[in-house]
């Protein structure tokens, strides 16, 4: 399957921990890159690769993989980190296609 | 730095064209390929397909093909894309997104989106 899967909604205190999930079969052969975008605006590149950060984006932005999952977690997480994230990858046709998304909700 | 500019939005009746337009600065245009990625109202991203600026190769998501034309102008630095016969479910926000790839070892090149244009808004309505 093509398709990358996410939780609808996850929420966390102001400086807790939390981590996203992406599932999917081509995760097996990809890396998961990591969008973040906030209401109104385009997404931004947080993660990409095994684990890198573009410059700008905080280090308290992670990435991980296991077999078919890859991960996003935001240690610390901050008001600002309060968006929507999606995963990203390609499929087995050499496609992009993005996760289904997760709103994260900083309480 | 890099830029990306994108044309303003549109209007369009069902069964009508439209055409965006993204205009790259910054960087060699030819060097890096250009993705365009759609989002409906509340929805979640949808990729359309990608153009290489280098000599104009094509690969277009199948839920579009056929309805989908993506070029590029090198004098201009500017990549277009134009949607045809255009239906209520296109109303969306229509981005363009240059590429970037990365190497590692254990899995395949990754391939992502580092610089977004602003987004254009395609509404359509009869």
């Known amino acids: 399957s093509s398709e990358l899967t996410q939780d609808p909604a996850v929420s966390v205190a102001l400086g807790q921990t939390v981590r996203i999930t992406c599932q999917g079969d081509?995760?097996?052969?990809?890396?998961a890159t990591w969008y973040q975008q906030k209401p109104g605006q385009a997404p931004v590149l947080v993660i990409y690769?095994?684990?890198n950060r573009p410059s700008g984006i905080p280090d308290r932005f992670s990435g991980s993989s296991s077999g078919n999952t890859a991960s996003l977690t935001i240690t610390g997480a901050q008001a600002e980190d309060e968006a929507d994230y999606y995963c990203?990858?390609?499929?087995?046709?050499?496609?992009?296609?993005f996760g289904t998304g997760t709103k994260v909700t900083v309480l | 730095q890099v830029q990306v500019v994108q044309s303003g939005g549109e209007v369009k009746r069902p069964g009508a064209s439209v055409k965006v337009s993204c205009k790259a600065s910054?960087?060699?245009?030819?060097?890096?390929?250009i993705s365009w990625v759609r989002q409906a109202p509340g929805q979640g991203l949808e990729w359309m397909g990608w153009?290489?600026?280098?000599?104009?190769?094509?690969k277009y998501a199948e839920k579009i093909q056929g309805r989908v034309t993506m070029t590029r102008d090198t004098s201009t630095s500017t990549a277009y894309m134009e949607l045809r016969s255009l239906r209520s479910d296109d109303t969306a926000v229509y981005y363009c997104?240059?590429?970037?790839?990365?190497?590692?070892?254990?899995?395949?090149?990754?391939?992502?989106?580092?610089?977004w244009g602003q987004g254009t808004l395609v509404i359509v309505s009869s």
């Open positions: 997104a240059r590429e970037s790839e990365k190497r590692e070892p254990e899995k395949m090149a990754t391939i992502f989106f580092q610089h």
């Open positions: 910054g960087y060699t245009f030819t060097s890096y390929g």
């Open positions: 153009i290489s600026a280098y000599n104009g190769n094509t």
């Open positions: 081509s995760l097996r052969i990809y890396y």
């Open positions: 690769g095994r684990n």
């Open positions: 990203n990858s390609r499929d087995s046709s050499d496609n992009h296609v």
